[in-house]
């Protein structure tokens, strides 16, 4: 059976329709006419790449954006939702790609924030608050533990503290903007058991994701988006990746990069003995060698936290060097500056895009140029070649189908992305000798992952020796030639992606050796 | 012009518009009379501000005069903030650099004007880059904070000069002020009127701003103070060296203001007062804020600011009081500084997608 559009008489049965929604950026149609049928007690998809206008289109319905046309019907009432308090009145929650928050706070506080239980003098009453907030933990079945700090727990829990949130202010209906984005696939996994029973407590869930893999795990319905329009709507049963893939992109994608065989070249990269602490000073990397090779991608797989990010702050200089040597194409840069490390021919994706990769307030072109702003071309005598900076820049964006491809645009305006894809192009266009790359396709969606591993897969092609530090197993399976696993600072294991399958892999990263984990998924 | 350029703009004049608005209001209501009467009185107190500051020759040079430091310690505090540092130490550092411009000036007889006038400069402005740069080392290398550091500076710096003009600097008679400086390094005027006179410092203080605009908007060192600025991470991420960005930075604002003290000093007082300073380098906060850190926003800044001041003397005449010039200007950065609040008053605020 096809997607069935409700006629109008129908519209009582859908918690959520919006028709011909249209919404205008200064520089792009966001949302191009969209139509939205959401039945009650669903769990509905949307999934689109990035910049297809999903979250301005979630925006508009949680009255954070107001439309330029169209119209949005609540349980079948039309209303009009101007802000998040109105959206909040019919029963909308949202929990956004970025959560919002309080760190020193604890979960009960941040859950009751802005609509605190009192007491007498109208003190804040966190006796009642926290009774509260593990009723309803209890009543949906999201476990936490009330008191502790948000700056203490995982990511995956404060996610569950802001669904909390919105079933606090009595949400029916829940969006969720890319949740699955900053999860772990465990974490993944407990999240889509918490939908599932959302749903059969009666909710109805809006699910924005572009990995299609959840969507066909956990949706009813799929409505899929390509450039701000709807491309196509049907039932999660009748569907495959594949078909969803091609609907989303617009032609035909590869969902698995090929791998030619080749053999690694000289030592380019050599690690001994590293120790690298982090913020609080304490070890984080103890003592890790390897090395890496021309024309080699070494893999480091790891859960978040273990040490994978100071090493990659280390290695491009960034982080202090506790002890050991890094020797770089013959030179020891164990004490390098991060511009020696750059001259010296090793580029950089950095996993924390915000606060590194970017200077969101510059244009597109400026964050081009960052690293290369003060030599030939970008720069001449210490004047800055505006010319060359912008006719490069144009040129990287075409190549990298940086989206809109407008160069002066201030890189805050692009989606998240479109942001990745800019700063992929710079690194890849400083022609390393070797590229540390972290989470280089974290929020980014097939059509960009696509591109991106292949792109990585041309650089090894080309002789560059790759470290690529990724939480994405599969990303690591299907580009590495071979694999470290990292648990607490510390390598478990070198294995190659043909001797060990995935779910070894996710054992040797919480802490087995590749031996234990054999016999572990034996059993 | 995109949009947020068009607001950095439209932003410090809706600011003016609003302030003039309201010290009409004031100036309408403490008139005598019929309306009619107040009315007349209102346009009387405009007419004969804008006649003290442009009416003549002399109230023209008068302008000048006052904008010119206010250029340059508005210069000093805008480049600070561009490199995400807040430089509340300009009056201290143009005290030094006055002082310091001074004490060379005055021993600068055998020199030929040529060679003098641009020595002392420099040696106003290295006084100047020194006192701001001890705040930037502070800062780069103990994390101190610039704006608790540089306060104690002007505060060191305040005694400093006055020891000096008071002590073994001291040119007599019980005045704290040094000794006029040698003839050789007296800025040549640039107009005379009567017995006033304007020397070319105007020129230098312009100069300075455009020699701004190149290095902030041309030259890959105006990259790297933006981008430090902005986000000292990604600026470090790609290889700009932060704490050598914050020590230039801050010695490049102290020079500027340094020089504004120089200018002083060489082109309008001959020597070295205790009060030279007088708030000045506290004016170059307002003067950049109102200038939204433009280098030709502070120009039109300075030029404001300096017109008002002058004008307002003339104002009391007409029987309105000085003081409303400081309403003016308060209320002007008031509101230049809740730029939020201009954009509820102007309906901008309506969230049309921005963030
Ligand atoms: N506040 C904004 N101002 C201008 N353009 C925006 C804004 N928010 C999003 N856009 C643009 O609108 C398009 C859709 O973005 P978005 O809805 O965030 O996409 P998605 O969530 O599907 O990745 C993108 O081209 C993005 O650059
Ligand atoms: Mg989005």
Redesign the interface.
């Known amino acids: 059976m096809p997607f069935h559009i409700p006629q109008e008489e129908e519209y009582k049965d859908y918690a959520v329709v919006m028709k011909g929604i249209v919404?205008q950026?200064?520089k792009v149609l966001?949302n191009d006419n969209v139509d939205l049928y959401i039945k009650r007690g669903e769990i509905h998809a949307i999934v689109g790449e990035n910049g297809a206008g999903k979250s301005?289109l979630m925006n508009q319905l949680y009255g954070?954006?107001?439309a330029d046309a169209g119209k949005i019907l609540i349980n079948g009432k039309e209303i009009a939702i101007d802000n998040p308090k109105d959206a909040i009145a019919v029963g909308i929650g949202m929990v956004h790609q970025h959560f919002m928050l309080v760190g020193p706070l604890s979960v009960a506080e941040n859950i009751v924030l802005g609509d605190e239980p009192t007491k007498k003098f109208n003190l804040f009453d966190l006796k009642r608050a926290r009774r509260e907030v593990k009723k309803i933990s209890e009543e949906y079945g999201l476990k936490v533990d009330v008191d502790a700090k948000i700056e203490d727990i995982s990511v995956g829990t404060q996610q569950r503290v802001e669904i909390l949130k919105t079933l606090f202010r009595g949400a029916d209906i829940l969006i969720l903007d890319e949740p699955t984005a900053v999860l772990t696939p465990q974490e993944t996994e407990e999240l889509f058991v918490v939908l599932r029973n959302l749903q059969n407590d009666g909710k109805t869930i809006i699910f924005i994701t572009h990995k299609l893999n959840e969507v066909i795990a956990v949706s009813n319905n799929v409505t899929v988006m390509r450039g701000g329009k709807v491309t196509g709507q049907i039932p999660t049963k009748e569907t495959s990746t594949r078909e969803l893939a091609n609907m989303m992109v617009g032609r035909e994608v590869l969902l698995r990069v090929e791998k030619e065989k080749k053999e690694a070249g000289e030592k380019v990269l050599e690690v001994q003995d590293l120790k690298v602490n982090d913020n609080r000073d304490l070890p984080a990397v103890k003592g890790v060698s390897f090395d890496i090779r021309k024309g080699e991608i070494l893999g480091i797989a790891g859960v978040a936290g273990n040490g994978q990010s100071e090493l990659e702050d280390a290695l491009?200089g960034?982080r202090k060097k506790i002890a050991g040597t890094v020797t770089f194409n013959g030179v020891d840069i164990s004490t390098a500056?991060?511009?020696d490390i750059?001259?010296a021919g090793m580029s950089?994706i950095?996993a924390d895009r915000y606060?590194?990769?970017?200077?969101?307030?510059?244009t597109v072109a400026?964050n081009i140029?960052?690293?290369r702003?003060?030599k030939q071309p970008?720069?001449d005598g210490?004047?800055?070649n505006?010319r060359k900076i912008n006719a490069i820049s144009k040129e990287l964006v075409k190549k990298f189908d940086v989206r809109p491809p407008e160069i002066?645009l201030?890189a805050?305006n692009l989606s998240g992305g479109n942001q990745q894809k800019m700063v992929v192009a710079r690194e890849f266009d400083y022609n390393p000798l070797c590229m540390v790359v972290s989470q280089p396709t974290r929020g980014l969606d097939i059509g960009a992952i696509e591109f991106i591993h292949s792109t990585i897969l041309d650089l090894r092609q080309e002789d560059v020796a790759i470290l690529l530090i990724s939480m994405e197993l599969e990303e690591i399976l299907s580009l590495s030639d071979r694999i470290l696993v990292m648990y607490e600072g510390q390598i478990m294991g070198e294995v190659t992606p043909d001797e060990v399958t995935m779910e070894e892999l996710g054992l040797m990263m919480a802490g087995s050796t590749l031996e234990e984990a054999r016999s572990e998924a034996d059993e | 012009m995109?949009?947020?350029q068009w607001m950095r703009v439209a932003i410090p004049i809706i600011s003016i518009i609003i302030s003039l608005l309201i010290a009409s209001i004031i100036i309408i209501w403490i008139g005598e009379g019929s309306f009619t009467d107040r009315i007349d009185f209102l346009v009387e107190a405009y007419t004969q501000l804008i006649k003290g500051a442009f009416g003549n020759k002399t109230a023209v040079m008068n302008t000048i005069i006052k904008m010119t430091p206010l250029i340059l310690t508005g210069l000093a505090v805008g480049f600070g903030f561009r490199a995400g540092v807040f430089n509340i130490g300009a009056e201290g550092q143009m005290a030094m650099g006055a002082l310091t411009a001074t004490i060379f000036a005055v021993n600068a007889a055998s020199l030929p004007s040529f060679i003098a006038i641009p020595l002392t400069m420099i040696v106003g402005m290295l006084a100047g880059a020194v006192w701001a740069g001890i705040a930037g080392f502070l800062k780069a290398t103990t994390g101190a904070h610039e704006v608790i550091s540089t306060i104690m500076l002007n505060w060191i710096a305040y005694n400093i000069t006055n020891w000096a003009v008071t002590g073994p600097f001291n040119a007599g008679g019980g005045i704290p002020k040094s000794p006029e400086i040698a003839s050789s390094a007296k800025l040549p005027n640039l107009l005379t009127s009567q017995a006033s006179f304007m020397s070319f410092g105007i020129l230098i203080a312009i100069t300075a701003a455009v020699v701004m605009y190149i290095i902030l908007y041309?030259?890959?060192?105006?990259?790297?103070v933006?981008?430090v600025g902005?986000?000292p991470?990604?600026?470090?991420?790609?290889?700009?060296?932060v704490s050598k960005n914050i020590i230039v930075t801050m010695a490049i604002s102290g020079a500027l203001a340094g020089l504004a003290g120089t200018l002083e000093a060489t082109g309008l007082y001959y020597r070295f007062y205790g009060t030279l300073s007088s708030g000045k380098g506290f004016d170059g906060i307002s003067i950049a804020l109102i200038g939204q850190n433009n280098p030709f926003g502070i120009l039109a800044a300075s030029l404001l600011i300096g017109a008002l001041r002058t004008g307002s003397n003339q104002m009391q005449f007409a029987g309105v009081p000085k003081h409303i010039v400081m309403i003016i200007q308060s209320i002007i950065i008031f509101l230049v500084a809740a730029e939020r609040m201009v954009m509820t008053i102007m309906g901008w605020n309506?969230?049309?997608?921005a963030?």
């Open positions: 919404k950026f200064p966001a301005t954070l954006y107001n491009t960034l500056t991060p511009r750059r001259e950089h950095a606060k590194y990769a970017m200077v969101k307030e510059f400026y140029a960052l690293g702003h003060y970008f720069a210490g004047f800055l505006h002066q201030s805050e | 995109n949009k947020k041309k030259t890959s060192m105006g990259y790297e933006k981008a902005f986000n991470f990604a600026a470090e991420y790609g290889g700009i060296n309506k969230k049309k997608g963030k």
